[in-house]
């Protein structure tokens, strides 16, 4: 399967770089997997589309505010650090910039010197290992020293990182947002609940690897990054009964859905309280076991996750609403409009 079947024309300026002054002001496109059939709606009218007796799937990971920036300690250059991944204790997998200014033995002070990192190790793709050493919990100090690592695609300053969060984030870990979730406020989870819809909650801490481009012709060759997942007791509980008693698993963002799959396929499409890796692919050919539709983002061209909305919507299905929602101007990846496949 080519990785030019996925590919269409984006504008630019349709890249949104900033979130919209309300959370729920986006725009909704609802796109009938099965017939194609899309129409246009604002996201605070998301409750007219989901029934009682449903179940939404959210991922309540919290984004880390992983960039640093710091000086060496042998020659003052100054250095930006991103934390990937915690190894053990306080060892962290991390990017350098400039990647060739840090060896091993190399010491980096942030914040003068609330935190201190030595180089103990290097990784494939110019990445370091750095121990970090502080007073204190180390949460605390990287919320008081750390920036939110915003996709590439975004060139704006983040004067709220609050809204790089959503508002049920609880478990931190991440280093980029669930962004599909970014749309939802206490208020429409409220009415959601008043409804009789249910809502469960899942953790996928998404890692970089998310905004990776797919660098091979043929897409079957593509290997996902692995990122850590976990799901409780009462989560797979729920799940199995919202299934039993006939109702929709919908799954806000790619993360809940790559996470219920994950469980759902190696469980013979039952849901299971469990922890772990997963670096599942989802594309055209994938046989869906566990969520019946998903609320998401506007994709990159070309990238695993149109892939992903293929696979569950048809690509020709796929790209005809995103040829419609370039001629109407939607806004596109983290802080643009949403989709409801369903």
């Known amino acids: 399967m080519k990785l030019d079947l996925?590919?269409?024309?984006?504008?630019?300026e349709l890249i949104a770089q900033v979130p919209l002054k309300e959370r729920d002001a986006s725009r909704l496109m609802v796109l009938n997997k099965e017939t194609g059939h899309f129409e246009h709606d604002l996201f605070k009218n998301i409750l007219n589309y989901i029934q009682p007796g449903d179940c939404l799937v959210l991922n309540d990971t919290r984004v880390l505010p992983a960039r640093l920036w710091g000086?060496?300690?042998?020659?003052?250059?100054?250095?930006?650090?991103?934390?990937?991944?915690?190894?053990?204790?306080d060892v962290w997998e991390t990017l350098a910039k400039p990647a060739k200014r840090i060896k091993e033995g190399t010491v980096v002070t942030f914040g003068d010197g609330k935190l201190k990192a030595t180089c103990v190790g290097t990784l494939e793709h110019g990445g370091r290992l750095m121990e970090f050493s502080y007073e204190g919990i180390f949460l605390e100090v990287l919320e008081?020293?750390?920036?939110?690592?915003?996709?590439?695609?975004?060139?704006?300053?983040?004067?709220?990182?609050?809204?790089?969060?959503?508002?049920?984030?609880?478990?931190?870990?991440?280093?980029?947002?669930?962004?599909?979730?970014?749309?939802?406020?206490?208020?429409?989870?409220?009415q959601l609940k008043d409804k009789g819809v249910h809502i469960a909650f899942?953790?996928?801490?998404?890692?970089?690897?998310?905004?990776?481009?797919?660098?091979?012709?043929?897409?079957?060759?593509?290997?996902?990054?692995?990122?850590?997942?976990?799901?409780?007791?009462?989560?797979?509980?729920?799940?199995?009964?919202?299934?039993?008693?006939?109702g929709r698993i919908i799954s806000v963002g790619t993360t809940s859905t790559r996470t219920l799959e994950t469980i759902a396929s190696r469980h013979n499409g039952t849901f299971v309280a469990e922890s772990g890796w997963t670096d599942i692919f989802i594309y055209p050919g994938f046989e869906f076991k566990a969520i019946d539709g998903m609320i998401t983002n506007f994709h990159?061209?070309?990238?695993?996750?149109?892939?992903?909305?293929?696979?569950?919507?048809?690509?020709?299905?796929?790209?005809?609403?995103?040829e419609a929602a370039v001629k109407e101007k939607y806004r596109f990846f983290s802080f643009g409009d949403a989709m409801f496949i369903i």
């Open 6 to 12: 996925f590919d269409f024309h984006l504008p630019e």
């Open 300 to 322: 990159l061209p070309k990238s695993s996750l149109i892939m992903l909305i293929s696979a569950l919507a048809g690509r020709e299905n796929v790209l005809n609403a995103y």
């Open 71 to 89: 000086v060496k300690d042998d020659t003052g250059a100054k250095v930006e650090i991103l934390l990937l991944k915690q190894r053990d204790g």
């Open 202 to 246: 899942i953790t996928l801490h998404v890692g970089l690897g998310t905004f990776r481009p797919v660098n091979v012709d043929n897409i079957e060759e593509h290997e996902m990054h692995a990122e850590f997942y976990q799901m409780s007791e009462g989560t797979a509980e729920l799940l199995n009964q919202v299934r039993k008693q006939g």
């Open 144 to 190: 008081s020293l750390g920036e939110m690592p915003l996709p590439p695609y975004i060139k704006e300053q983040l004067d709220d990182r609050e809204r790089y969060q959503t508002v049920y984030s609880r478990e931190s870990g991440s280093a980029a947002a669930p962004t599909a979730g970014l749309h939802f406020t206490e208020e429409i989870l409220q």
